[in-house]
């Protein structure tokens, strides 16, 4: 192989990885930290998340509304607003709120588990072919010496964040 040839060759490879990335990101979708969004979506409604489940606690569905507006708008170029005709209208309910014993020792309850269902309906006014409903969970252990209070004392963060991060993903990265 001659000095032209290889250099032709060595030259291709850095140029492909220049040119990849661009086409990729005209293919349509707004891509940054792997969220998605069509271009064409400028707006986002959050509708409060009305809390459903048998056992309400009442810090939890303004905690949720609240953060997952936040995180829409710190982490997306959306704009939140308050009109039905948004072009990403996201709803849902707290569905479960339940404790179950999740550990036993000595015949006796060591670890509880909290578990947590929020359904969320998510209308996508650009792409309707991508709007769903889905119920995203997540289980929260805490020790059994502990009440439910105590425990959502200690957890309501967790659980804010956690809830918040798993209804985002399911809506914004195409999991």
């Avoid at 179950?100 to 309906?121: F, K, P």
Wanted: with cysteine.
């Amino acid at each position: 192989m001659n000095f032209l040839t290889r250099h032709k060759t060595t030259m291709f490879v850095p140029c492909a990885l220049l040119v990849v990335p661009l086409l990729l990101a005209a293919c349509g979708i707004y891509s940054f930290r792997d969220v998605s969004i069509e271009p064409e979506a400028k707006t986002v409604r959050v509708a409060y998340l009305e809390n459903r489940a048998r056992y309400v606690n009442p810090q939890l569905s303004p905690q949720l509304t609240d953060k997952l507006r936040q995180k829409i708008n710190n982490q997306t170029r959306l704009t939140n607003i308050q009109s039905e005709d948004a072009h990403y209208d996201i709803s849902g309910y707290v569905s479960d709120y339940t404790v179950t014993t999740s550990g036993i020792s000595n015949q006796q309850a060591a670890t509880n588990r909290l578990t947590v269902t929020i359904h969320v309906v998510f209308q996508n006014r650009v792409r309707p072919e991508r709007s769903f409903e889905a119920d995203v969970s997540r289980n929260f252990d805490f020790s059994a010496s502990l009440s439910l209070n105590q425990a959502e004392a200690q957890l309501g963060e967790t659980i804010v964040r956690n809830m918040v991060d798993e209804i985002f993903n399911r809506i914004f990265s195409n999991w």
